[in-house]
């Protein structure tokens, strides 16, 4: 029997708030999503003028960091051609995201959960990402 420590939806929305003030600060109008530690989404928001096609962006970055227990940018950084991940993109019927902005969130050690940004560039959307998991992290004491 095993016990699984995952993120909760009161874990989510501070996730979210922490993600919507930096994205609020930057002026860049986000799709924030938060998965548990399988990938399953437990919280989303489409800010007023969130890209419409960054909601499902944002899921799969979140499934990707949580599920395979990686960021997003470092996907993308082993998946160009000749390095050891080339394709990896197209795996999980095109779910794995190799674009920066999706984040695991790590307790003690251990990937209990998913953020994932998009709207912005790579880079905003990682800030912004990581924002949410320092509003979390410092939540938590």
Do not use: W
Request: one cysteine or more; a negative charge; glycine letters at 16%.
């Amino acid at each position: 029997m095993m016990t699984i420590n995952r993120l909760d939806l009161d874990d989510a929305r501070v996730l979210l708030a922490g993600a919507r003030a930096k994205a609020d600060d930057i002026g860049v109008p986000m799709c924030i999503a938060i998965t548990d530690e399988g990938g399953n989404l437990v919280a989303f928001e489409r800010m007023d003028g969130g890209k419409v096609t960054s909601i499902t962006i944002a899921i799969d970055k979140s499934f990707t960091a949580s599920g395979a227990r990686k960021a997003t940018h470092e996907y993308g950084e082993v998946s160009q051609p000749g390095a050891p991940a080339y394709g990896i993109g197209s795996a999980i019927g095109g779910r794995l995201m190799v674009v920066g902005g999706g984040l695991p969130v790590v307790v003690d050690g251990e990937v209990v959960g998913g953020i994932g940004v998009s709207s912005g560039t790579p880079a905003q959307d990682r800030e912004v990402a990581e924002a949410g998991i320092a509003a979390f992290l410092a939540a938590r004491g």
